[in-house]
């Protein structure tokens, strides 16, 4: 089945950017979408199709998809912005794969 | 939209349980549907898709042959039956809509809260 891979974690200070990646084989021929999640709470999609942003998602949330590496960018990090995010990919014909997830701290 | 989990608890290795999922504030019988689980402070991991007339289905492989997915439509109504059960599948399962109507792959846009599921002896 397919892997993809993310950094366990990510800290930033408040104001600067987040880079989260996801890795995978040619995972730019893919569409990848991403999850926010706070403790205690379900997921919330941020980026869909690679970089489109459901309405109600700040334009802080960017998301880019190239060669073997997806990437989730929040610009102007913001304290709640603190929180787990995931990257999802379907792989042909059946396989719907999570990234094992990435932890942002805000300093 | 609203999603509600509920037939969660404990049960013991071996033993049987089943899930359902209400749907309501949308068309439920044109959304394909997923169960997601998440082991206690791990990550999300897919467990079984249905599409929005129930006639395909698609599992996990840690799933696969004692999990079975199903929805009835004219109830607003996901399952997830569970057998087999063993310990590794403790998790909060979540029920979630694709985005788009009619198709079965592409983003999750709505979750329901979860309902724990505990396997223990």
């Known amino acids: 089945s397919y892997v993809v891979t993310q950094p366990p974690s990510v800290s930033v200070a408040p104001g600067k950017t987040a880079r989260i990646t996801c890795g995978g084989t040619n995972i730019g021929d893919k569409s990848v979408h991403w999850y926010q999640q706070k403790p205690g709470q379900a997921p919330v999609l941020v980026i869909s199709y690679d970089s489109d942003r459901p309405s109600g998602i700040p334009e802080r949330f960017s998301g880019s998809n190239s060669g073997n590496t997806a990437a989730l960018t929040i610009s102007g990090v913001e304290a709640g912005d603190e929180a787990d995010y995931y990257c999802h990919v379907w792989d042909s014909p059946t396989d719907y794969v999570f990234g094992p997830g990435t932890r942002v701290t805000v300093l | 939209v609203q999603l509600e989990e509920s037939g969660g608890g404990v049960v013991q290795p071996g033993r049987s349980l089943r899930l359902s999922c209400a749907a309501s504030?949308?068309?439920?019988?044109?959304?394909?549907m997923h169960w997601v689980r998440q082991a206690p402070g791990k990550g999300l991991e897919w467990v079984a898709v249905?599409?929005?007339?129930?006639?395909?289905?698609n599992y996990a492989d840690s799933v696969k042959g004692r999990f079975t997915i199903s929805r009835d439509n004219s109830k607003n109504t996901l399952f997830l039956q569970m057998n087999s059960l063993r310990t590794e599948d403790t998790a909060v399962y979540y029920c979630?809509?694709?985005?788009?109507?009619?198709?079965?792959?592409?983003?999750?846009?709505?979750w329901g809260q979860g309902t724990l599921v505990t396997v223990s002896s």
């Open positions: 979630a809509r694709v985005v788009e109507e009619m198709a079965t792959t592409g983003p999750i846009d709505y």
């Open positions: 504030g949308f068309t439920f019988s044109t959304y394909s």
């Open positions: 249905v599409s929005f007339d129930g006639t395909n289905e």
